[in-house]
């Protein structure tokens, strides 16, 4: 089986070797003179106004939760969807319930509101 | 196969320990997505494919991007973190030697060690390993599956019910209204007699 994963590994070794030898390559010909205005962070022109570590508001984290509950939903429709023919009419009924319980779920954040933005 | 192992494995445990001693905490979140995609390989090279792809789309692409989220956005100051390490130390050294011995024990106590399991077998080229895993997942272990989808509901009312705020007084536009509005509604004409000129 692990023979199908060869080119994958044949990937990572060039994706790996071209990282390296362009890393390489900047390193010898560019010329340097890493100097303080350089190093600045540039923000439009102006000098920088804050430090970037600042409070965000929390919806933002609440839409990423959300996404990765549904992305393990996804997870799990991987190999149902792969053994389906194999399955029956239990396996269908097994996800059909699942996919009820993430329903009820999803209703609910949507009348919540928390799907809006505003 | 030995010798991709010994690789995989050792970046492995660099990247494990670049998580915890770079200094930056979003250099650390990155040296977590370079040891899960380590541990993606090791999984793959026990022909455990399903596994490795969930772990590179679940934890990857999902919880680690959360982890750079909070990490990037989170007004913390970095010197008041790295402080508590002495003081945390015990314990974790306590975590590490009860991990330690518990590996022991799978590998050397239980059923005479790893020799009980034996060799892996490697599957012919065109064996599914998802498939193998959903025909099983979907009919012999039901229950579990279904518990998996209420702790997923569980997650979602949780996560709203934590972090749903209402900001009071805030503005925004209703479309709706906004084109259902009629002259009536804004312009009021009134009736008056003219006035003298003063």
């Not at chain 2, 915890?20 to 979003?26: E, H, L, Y």
């Not at chain 2, 899960?36 to 792809?53: G, K, P, T």
């Not at chain 2, 990490?71 to 030697?97: C, H, I, Q, W």
């Not at chain 2, 050397?108 to 997942?137: C, I, K, Q």
Request: charged fraction near 15%; proline fraction near 3%.
């Amino acid at each position: 089986m692990l023979e199908n994963y060869l080119p994958i590994l044949i990937f990572l070794l060039v994706g790996a070797g071209l990282g390296g030898v362009l890393l390489l390559l900047g390193f010898l010909l560019g010329r340097g003179g890493k100097d303080a205005q350089k190093l600045s962070p540039y923000e439009c022109g102006f000098e920088a106004f804050e430090d970037s570590r600042m409070k965000f508001d929390v919806r933002y984290y609440l839409v990423a939760i959300l996404f990765i509950i549904f992305d393990l939903e996804i997870a799990f429709l991987f190999p149902w969807a792969v053994a389906l023919d194999g399955l029956g009419m239990f396996g269908f009924l097994t996800m059909a319930v699942f996919l009820l319980l993430l329903v009820v779920g999803f209703i609910y954040e949507w009348k919540k509101g928390a799907l809006e933005w505003d | 196969m030995e010798i991709l192992f010994y690789v995989f494995a050792t970046v492995l445990v660099g990247a494990a320990i670049g998580v915890i001693t770079a200094r930056n905490p979003v250099h650390s979140v990155l040296y977590l997505v370079l040891a899960f995609f380590n541990s993606a390989v090791l999984w793959l090279l026990l022909e455990a494919e399903f596994l490795a792809i969930v772990l590179v789309l679940v934890y990857v692409g999902a919880v680690m991007v959360l982890f750079l989220f909070v990490v990037m956005m989170l007004d913390v100051n970095v010197e008041s973190v790295k402080s508590g390490f002495t003081r945390y130390a015990p314990v974790g050294v306590l975590v590490m030697v009860i991990i330690a011995v518990e590996l022991a024990q799978v590998i050397w106590v239980r059923h005479m060690g790893l020799r009980g399991v034996g060799e892996l077998t490697p599957m012919p080229a065109d064996y599914n390993n998802t498939r193998e895993l959903g025909l099983l997942l979907y009919t012999e272990y039901f229950y579990a599956f279904e518990l998996a989808a209420v702790i997923l509901l569980v997650a979602i009312v949780a996560a709203i019910s934590l972090t749903m705020r209402r900001r009071p007084g805030l503005k925004a536009q209703d479309i709706a209204r906004q084109v259902g509005v009629r002259r009536e509604d804004r312009v009021k004409l009134v009736k008056m007699d003219a006035e003298e000129r003063q």
